[in-house]
């Protein structure tokens, strides 16, 4: 609780914390077994991750919310077909979704800050190109994005991951995690 409250207030920053507690671990690692990474909650929203192959490189994710509906269906197949595939998704009035999605940012602390990347900085971001985008909204109609582009979470998790690529000059997007349901999820790491 402690380093929570001095992670949360800025005083230690969760960069340092995970880096530190890895290089511990490591260094009281019995020899017949294999750490391979740390991962550092702060918040039930919020983590840091270092692969004990690379102290250096820390991971920040952070968790998102955005509520939605969408239908899924292919115009190119027949109602039949389509009602196949997608079941009671292809619904023609469409169905609602809780999103929960996680956007994970890679890179090296800076020197002078301490940090991979601004918190702040980061929810702004998201807040605008994601959550503002689609939060409230019927994703078939109300989002350009999925006006050619069937709004599967797959297909949302690739959407989200452009929209935020390249958007945080201080380290690399290194995941897009959406979770549609609390047992379905896909993920974009970028690579097609």
């Known amino acids: 609780p402690l380093v929570n409250r001095?992670?949360?207030r800025g005083i230690i920053r969760g960069e340092a914390v995970v880096q530190a507690i890895a290089q511990d671990l490591l260094a009281h690692t019995p020899a017949n077994v294999r750490c391979e990474a740390c991962r550092l909650f702060v918040t039930p929203y919020l983590a840091y991750r270092v692969d004990t192959g690379d102290l250096d490189m820390v991971e920040?994710?952070?968790?998102?919310?955005?509520?939605a509906s969408h239908r899924l269906h292919c115009e190119a197949f027949s109602a039949e077909k389509?009602?196949?595939?997608?079941?009671?998704?292809?619904?023609?009035?469409?169905?609602?979704?809780?999103?929960?999605?996680?956007?994970?940012?890679?890179g090296q602390p800076d020197p002078a800050t301490g940090v991979v990347a601004s918190l702040p900085y980061v929810e702004k971001v998201v807040n605008e190109q994601i959550v503002e985008r689609f939060d409230h909204k019927y994703l078939n109609a109300d989002c350009p994005d999925?006006?050619?582009?069937?709004?599967?979470?797959?297909?949302i998790s690739r959407v989200i991951w452009k929209l935020l690529d390249g958007r945080f000059s201080s380290?690399?997007?290194?995941?897009?995690?959406?979770?549609?349901?609390p047992k379905?999820?896909?993920?974009?790491?970028?690579?097609?």
């Open 184 to 192: 379905t999820y896909a993920e974009c790491t970028g690579e097609e």
């Open 171 to 181: 380290a690399r997007l290194s995941r897009v995690r959406v979770w549609e349901t």
């Open 60 to 67: 920040i994710s952070q968790e998102f919310h955005f509520a």
């Open 146 to 155: 999925f006006a050619e582009l069937n709004p599967s979470v797959e297909n």
């Open 6 to 8: 001095l992670i949360e």
């Open 82 to 106: 389509n009602r196949e595939i997608f079941g009671k998704c292809n619904n023609p009035s469409g169905h609602g979704h809780n999103y929960v999605f996680e956007v994970t940012l890679a």
